[in-house]
């Protein structure tokens, strides 16, 4: 299996901060990354697909970078409703899809 | 926009057999790879696996003896079903599909937790 491995696990920042989270695949998936977002009680919602690929309706300041192994999501002017928890997931290999551990961003 | 919608038992004893059904409207079944996702605190999220309208199906290796994704397309509906149940099958078990490939998933269920307990 790829492993995929989320740094930080948890942050703390302020409305209106920049913000990166990193995932590092255990070997090389390309492009083929994907970033969740999801609160409390619900279900993930995708943000961004094939590493960079803002998906519909989600804001500018989320922005996805990186390839081959080190990926980064960063989300700049950071808003109330931006505080969740982030996943990555390859979709280089399979079986299986794999998720990172998550990162929790934290309101500080 | 596809919708999904998961129902199922909420609880299932030990060594027992789990069975969830997944209804999809808003999208056309022939279309898509259908996917199982579960989440629980000690494993994260989970990729179960998915089944394609041709039949096909993956399954996750570490999952592979117990598991059995199924469709019936004139139901617009997919199904899973993992038997040999332990606690360690709890958790939150979402349907989920995407464009672009089978490892994409824009589209979740809004998860239906599963607790394994006697």
């Known amino acids: 299996d790829i492993q995929m491995t989320q740094s930080p696990s948890s942050l703390s920042a302020s409305v209106g901060d920049t913000v990166t989270i990193t995932c590092r695949a255990s070997r090389t998936i390309s492009h083929y990354l994907n970033w969740y977002q999801q609160k409390p009680g619900k279900a993930p919602k995708a943000l961004i697909l094939a590493a960079s690929s803002l998906q519909s309706g989600v804001p500018s300041r989320f922005r996805g970078s990186g390839s081959e192994t080190e990926f980064n999501l960063t989300i700049t002017r950071l808003q109330p409703e931006d505080f969740a928890r982030y996943y990555c997931?390859?979709?280089?290999?399979?079986?299986?899809?794999?998720f990172g551990q998550g990162t929790t961003v934290e309101i500080k | 926009q596809v919708q999904l919608q998961e129902s199922g038992p909420g609880l299932v004893k030990p060594s027992e057999t789990l069975s969830l059904t997944c209804s999809v409207s808003?999208?056309?079944?022939?279309?898509?790879?259908w996917t199982w996702i579960r989440q629980s605190p000690e494993k994260g999220l989970e990729w179960i696996g998915c089944v394609y309208h041709t039949g096909f199906t993956n399954y996750n290796p570490s999952l592979e003896s117990r598991v059995s994704i199924s469709l019936d397309t004139s139901k617009s509906q997919f199904s899973l079903r993992l038997n040999s149940l332990t606690a360690a099958d709890t958790g939150v078990y979402y349907c989920a599909t995407g464009e672009g490939g089978s490892g994409n998933f824009q589209y979740w269920g809004q998860g239906a937790l599963v607790t394994v307990s006697s």
């Open positions: 997931q390859q979709s280089f290999s399979t079986p299986p899809y794999t």
């Open positions: 808003g999208g056309s079944i022939s279309r898509y790879y």
